[in-house]
């Protein structure tokens, strides 16, 4: 049974996780309106990532007996600049989101709760490969400059990595 600060804990994560969700969706409309179909598609399928990982979280409260107590999703941001715009508000809160799941795992190893840690393993894993991916996406926007061409380029190399 968990402790009911973890549930807590574990409830606010999962709407950090939704409103992630949210904010792609937001962020991939923007694209597409500004006729960055690759970018767009790649933060639409994103969105569906961060729906996911909040229905990991419940799926965890609810194998513990616990209860699962969701709240209404703060409305996210919907107007950028620019594509590297978009791209570095992404980084930034994938950014904010390791932080919130360091300082899960963290509470966990204080309080002992190895299971919870242990399943809070795969977040830590996924929180390096989101840095990694949004840091890289918005080195390749600022290398390639903010011309028409360039940004095409860019658009391009977005939409290749939904593939892997």
Not at 18 to 46: I, K, Q, R, T, V
Request: glycine fraction near 4%; include cysteine; aromatic fraction near 12%.
């Amino acid at each position: 049974m968990l402790s009911s600060e973890v549930v807590k804990l574990l409830n606010e994560q999962i709407n950090k996780e939704m409103y992630a969700a949210n904010l792609y969706l937001a962020m991939s409309s923007w694209c597409y309106e500004n006729s960055f179909d690759g970018a767009g598609a790649f933060l639409f399928a994103h969105a569906s990532e961060e729906s996911e990982h909040a229905k990991r979280l419940i799926t965890y409260l609810n194998e513990t007996d616990s209860k699962v107590e969701l709240e209404a999703v703060k409305k996210p941001e919907q107007n950028f600049s620019s594509l590297l715009d978009v791209f570095e508000k992404t980084f930034a809160h994938e950014q904010g989101i390791t932080k919130s799941i360091n300082n899960l795992v963290e509470h966990m190893l204080a309080h002992k709760d190895y299971a919870t840690f242990n399943f809070l393993q795969w977040y830590v894993s996924e929180q390096h490969e989101e840095e990694a991916l949004f840091r890289g996406i918005v080195d390749k926007i600022k290398l390639m400059s903010d011309n028409g061409n360039g940004l095409y380029l860019a658009d391009q190399y977005i939409k290749t990595l939904m593939a892997k």
